[in-house]
């Protein structure tokens, strides 16, 4: 099981801009999706955003058009570029390799 850790939450105003980092604790190899993940207050953690090994992706339609996934290489495994964002943005974005390995999230919060 891999350890992960995100990057690059913080404060945003609406319509700004934030790109999030997912670390891996050692160079992986892995054929799974990989996939970021956020969990608002109150709300069910939802997929926003997955990308497989040949690089296809999917987003959550809340997010589609404004967030953009990517892989990385070395401990770099993925990031989620995220653009025009809106406060309903506002959650604990964690990455996830299947099948258990999640971070511990980072706050990304979205000021009107």
């Known amino acids: 099981q891999v350890q992960l850790v995100e990057s690059g939450g913080g404060l945003v105003q609406a319509g700004g801009s934030l790109k999030l980092s997912c670390q891996a604790s050692?160079?992986?190899?892995?054929?799974?999706?990989l996939s970021w993940y956020r969990q608002a207050p109150g709300k069910q953690r939802e997929l926003v955003a997955v990308i497989t090994a040949n690089g296809s992706t999917n987003y959550a339609d809340s997010v589609k058009g404004r967030f953009t996934i990517s892989r990385g290489s070395g401990k770099l495994l993925m990031s989620l570029q995220m653009n025009s964002l809106k406060p309903e943005d506002t959650a604990v974005y964690y990455c996830?390799?299947?099948?258990?390995?999640w971070g511990q999230g980072t706050q990304v919060t979205v000021s009107s």
């Open positions: 996830h390799v299947p099948p258990s390995s």
């Open positions: 050692e160079i992986i190899f892995s054929l799974n999706p």
